[in-house]
């Protein structure tokens, strides 16, 4: 059995205020800035090894979910992600936030998508929740 091709999303973005500022709205379901409030119901237990579920998509229908792996408050957030979208692949996405004179240079890496238009579709969605981060600071 041939191993499915995957493909890597780099997004980056600058982000108007401090990381610690960015990293705490960017993990807190209650700001609407982050797919963890977007997501309906969602659960986020934000800690290494705790799991997340959310429904995203037309009629809050399309389950997304996974684990923490790695979390360094102001620094970096990783967790795996799978969806429909991901064709049951266990991708993986990292977040850093590093400080850029009075902003935040954001990147998120998602690595292990399916090199297809679902994979490719999740540009797209990063890219409306780093627009969010962006928006809630200005």
């Given at each position: ?28 379901p209650r700001q609407a800035c ?6 309906k119901p969602s659960v986020l ?94």
């Open positions: 059995m041939s191993k499915a091709k995957t493909m890597t999303l780099n997004l980056k973005r600058v982000i108007p205020a401090p990381p610690a500022k960015a990293y705490t709205a960017w993990m807190d982050n797919p963890w409030h977007e997501g237990q934000a800690k290494v090894g705790g799991l997340f579920y959310v429904r995203m998509g037309d009629d809050n229908k399309v389950p997304h979910f996974g684990r923490i792996l790695t979390l360094e408050r102001g620094r970096r957030v990783r967790h795996t992600w799978m969806s429909p979208y991901t064709r049951g692949l266990e991708s993986e996405v990292a977040v850093t936030f590093k400080k850029k004179g009075d902003a935040t240079l954001m990147t998120l890496r998602h690595s292990g998508l399916p090199n297809d238009a679902f994979g490719r579709s999740h540009e797209e969605g990063w890219g409306y929740f780093l627009g969010l981060m962006a928006k809630r600071f200005k």
